[in-house]
């Protein structure tokens, strides 16, 4: 079996599956009543952790396809970053029914804008599921030919603002123990920072170039 057909086999099923185990244990928990007193909160907790863990693994794929220097394991980050889209989509709809319910108004758009406005730790969250619509939305094959591989790969950065942001989302949100978002906050920030290191080191400097 090569790589390719390994990881297309093997291992991206194995990640889907990974990915719906923190879902499937919510929904037996909403089952089950093992959701708390207030059930509406931890949804909306469970799935935006869950989200900035599998954001924070799609990040990791690059650095451990170059340790391993494994090339095929690089359709995982796209596999990985669809899984946390999926679970943001439902963090944010949670939120938004949180919203609507204690407005007293129904559907209320506009208590959901207005919280977005005056809560900043929303509003971080809200711009990180905003910059990643896109990402999600042109993660297909069609729309790497439809961009062309350049402009998709910028769009594509975006990512790379959408994770610190989702990040400043979670410190400010937990106001007390800050061991777990600190944690993230260390992970990102290394995963980002080879990110650029490599780059640096691939991007010939303005002298080099004078010389090539």
């Known amino acids: 079996m090569t790589p ?3 990881v297309r086999r093997v291992a991206r099923p194995l990640v889907w599956v990974g990915a719906a185990v923190p879902g499937t ?21 469970r799935t935006g952790l869950t989200a900035l863990t599998l954001l924070a693994l799609s990040l990791s794929v690059r650095p451990t ?9 690089m359709p995982l980050r796209r596999t990985l970053g669809l899984a946390a889209y ?7 709809l949670t939120y938004g029914v949180d919203q609507t319910y204690l407005s007293g108004l129904g559907v209320s758009p506009a208590a959901i804008v207005e919280d977005v406005r005056e809560r900043p730790y929303v509003t971080m969250g809200f711009l990180a599921f905003v910059l990643l619509t ?3 939305v042109t993660s297909t094959s069609g729309w790497v030919k439809r961009l062309g591989a350049t402009r998709w790969r910028w769009l594509h950065r975006l990512v790379y603002l959408a994770a610190p942001l989702a990040v400043v989302h979670f410190l400010w949100l937990v106001k007390a123990d800050l061991l777990l978002p600190g944690w993230f906050a260390l992970a990102v920030a ?3 920072g080879y990110r650029a290191v490599v780059r640096r080191r691939r991007t010939p400097t303005a002298s080099s170039r004078l010389i090539l």
């Not at 244990?25 to 907790?45: I, K, Q, R």
């Not at 396809?65 to 394991?73: E, N, P, V």
């Not at 999926?86 to 944010?92: E, G, I, K």
């Open 190 to 192: 290394v995963l980002l």
């Open 86 to 92: 999926t679970y943001a989509v439902v963090h944010v």
């Open 65 to 73: 396809r170059d340790l391993l220097r494994f090339g095929a394991l």
């Open 134 to 136: 896109p990402l999600a």
């Open 4 to 6: 390719g057909a390994f």
């Open 25 to 45: 244990w919510l929904l037996l928990d909403a089952l089950t009543g093992g959701l708390g007193a207030n059930p509406v909160e931890t949804v909306t907790h």
